[in-house]
Each structure stands twice: as C-alpha cells, then as structure tokens.
C-alpha cells in the first residue's frame, strides 16, 4: 500500500532534526581529542569556550557564536595556571572574558564570542595597602596597535603583557613604597637627576614606558617636580 507523501514528509523532517542534532553535539571541545579533560566551559549564545587538558598541554578552545571554524590555543594558558587556579573565564555581554589572578595583579582579556577577535587586554597592578584607604591600583593596557593584530590561535601573555607592549590606561595618585625612589629625567638608569622621593610621598602617575612610569610630585612649597621612577618603586 503507497505510503501517503505527508508521511514521507513527516519522516524527512524527523531525519533532518536527528542530523541536525547529532551535528550540534559532535560540535564539542574535546573533538579531536578524546583523550582530554574540559577543565572549565563557558556556554555562549550559539558556542562555547573551554579550557581542555590533555598529556600535550591546555588548550583554549572556541566555538565562535558566529558559526566558522572551532579555534584552538595552545599558547594561552599554563598547566600551572590550571593546577594554582589563577585563570578563570566568564561571559560578559558580547564578551568572553579571560583572567588570571595572581596575589598582586591580574591580566584580562576580553574576546569578541562572534569571531573571538581581542577587544581588550589588562593589567591590573595592585599596590601596598597604605593603611585604612583600599589599596592603590595601576591598570595598563595592550596597545592598540598590538591588539588589532593579536590572532586567538596565536596569542600569548607574552604579547599583550610584555612590558614594552603596555600603555597606562589612566591617570592615577599613587604613594612611593620604597625608603628612597631616585628621580630620572627618562626612562633609564643613565638619566638620574640626583633627587629623590621618599617612602609615602604621594605622585600622579601620568604615563607608563617599558617597566617606567612618568609622574609629577607636588612639593609643600607648591613647586612641581616631574621625572621617572621605576615601576617597582611603587609596588
């Protein structure tokens, strides 16, 4: 007996949504590796991100939103990051947000989830307590130039948070932390004034240069004083 065409119709449709489905579900980290563990998974709004672990290393694998390619970085993150816990990720908007936390910074990186582009990367310093106020931050970031041509496949700490590859990414009053900061007319040890700043005096950060930060120290007289410290002279 001819099997009616809505029948056959409501078979193909049925077939279809299997494929689909299976598609859907063979679209995973792991894929390509079975021999791997999912550390950490982030579901996106059509994809995902995870951390995967196996006995070649971690890898940070993305499905974009966007549909394409799934995209694997094997650069990124440490297997020490996985065992002390200092990286963590988490969605934010249109934004996949990649952080590792130290004791006293943290670095960030925020991919586009359409196509896992960087947006941004950070470093957030966080200076000696001094005293009942919040501790004193710092925050730099990648320079632009850098993360426009940053490749998720490829990137690393390395090349968004090399000190020569950092800006700062705002003015800020920090204290000087050491007993004695000799004041430098640039950013280099040859170019020492022969002054100096004292543990507490408080400066305005006004630029950041390979490890340097240029600041403005306003004296108790009302003159201005204005030079380079090394970054390490504040943390």
């Known amino acids: 007996m001819p099997v009616p ?29 079975s021999n791997s563990v999912v550390d950490q998974k982030v579901e996106l709004n059509g994809g995902q991100v995870c951390l995967v672990e196996s006995g070649r290393g971690v890898q940070v694998v993305a499905l974009p939103s966007g549909g394409g390619a799934i995209l694997r970085n094997s650069a990124l993150v440490d297997k020490s990051d996985i065992m002390d816990g200092s990286v963590h990720m988490e969605s934010v908007g249109s934004m996949v947000k990649i952080y590792f936390e130290y004791p006293n910074n943290v670095y960030s990186i925020d991919f586009d989830v359409k196509d896992f582009s960087v947006e941004e990367s950070l470093v957030t310093l966080v200076l000696r307590d001094s005293g009942d106020v919040p501790p004193d931050k710092i925050v730099l970031k990648t320079k632009p130039e850098i993360v426009e041509r940053a490749k998720f496949e490829f990137v690393d700490k ?21 007993s004695k900061s000799k004041i430098f007319r640039l950013p280099s040890l040859n170019a020492d004034r022969g002054i100096y700043l004292v543990e507490g005096d408080l400066i305005r950060v006004l630029s950041y240069r390979d490890g340097w930060l240029e600041f403005v120290y306003k004296m108790r007289n009302g003159r201005s004083v204005r030079g380079w410290i090394p970054m390490s002279d504040v943390i």
């Open 158 to 178: 390395d090349e968004l948070f090399g000190s020569h590859n950092l800006v700062l990414d705002g003015e800020v009053e920090v204290r000087v932390a050491v």
């Open 5 to 33: 065409l809505l029948g056959e119709l409501d078979k193909l449709t049925c077939i279809a949504v299997l494929l689909v489905s299976a598609s859907t579900k063979a679209a995973d980290c792991r894929e390509g590796s």
